[in-house]
């Protein structure tokens, strides 16, 4: 199965997210129901008791967030941006709860998640590097720079098993873990 570990958002920051003016063609844009906040991405293995039982001792407190502007990877604006998404005001206690789900995972040896740390929430991705792309989602950006949301407070992560579909990904929860620190 192929897992990842990640936040889940609430209904309205969602909505907020979906009805960003200035979408364009050229871009497949996240369904809001699958917008979520990744922590780690594990990818295909079977060792998922492994991972729900040293998940289980993730010990965090609750965390307050909120949507802070948009952005996109690469951040070099001299490649074509290949993802686009909505920043987080986020407390130092985001990246400690990063750090520990990594802790935990790593007597199991997983393959390393060589990406640093960089929470957001996807919105979109580019595939296609066109320049009518380019420029579409530039005017995107500059268009939603300023976007924000109220905070929101995170109780809990969730490990979620990720199917690839031709329609696109399909995540189901496999465990909720707590934030009760």
Excluded at 24 to 51: C, K, S, Y
Aim: hydrophobic content about 45%; cysteine-free.
């Amino acid at each position: 199965m192929r897992l990842f570990i990640a936040i889940d958002i609430p209904d309205p920051v969602k909505t907020t997210l979906a009805a960003l003016p200035g979408r364009f063609d050229g871009a497949r844009w996240v369904n809001p129901a699958q917008m979520h906040v990744t922590l780690r991405f594990i990818g295909e293995t079977d060792r998922a008791d492994e991972i729900q039982a040293a998940l289980a001792v993730v010990n965090s407190a609750p965390l307050e967030l909120a949507i802070a502007g948009v952005g996109r990877f690469p951040h070099s604006s001299r490649m074509p941006p290949r993802v686009l998404w909505a920043g987080l005001k986020a407390p130092d206690t985001l990246a400690s709860l990063h750090e520990s789900i990594n802790a935990a995972l790593a007597p199991l040896y997983l393959p390393p998640d060589d990406l640093p740390f960089s929470p957001h929430v996807t919105l979109a991705r580019t595939p296609n590097a066109s320049a009518a792309t380019v420029e579409a989602a530039q005017r995107f950006l500059a268009l939603n720079a300023n976007v924000s949301s109220a905070p929101f407070l995170v109780t809990a992560f969730t490990l979620y098993e990720s199917t690839l579909t031709p329609s696109g990904p399909m995540y189901t929860p496999v465990a909720v873990y707590q934030l009760n620190h």
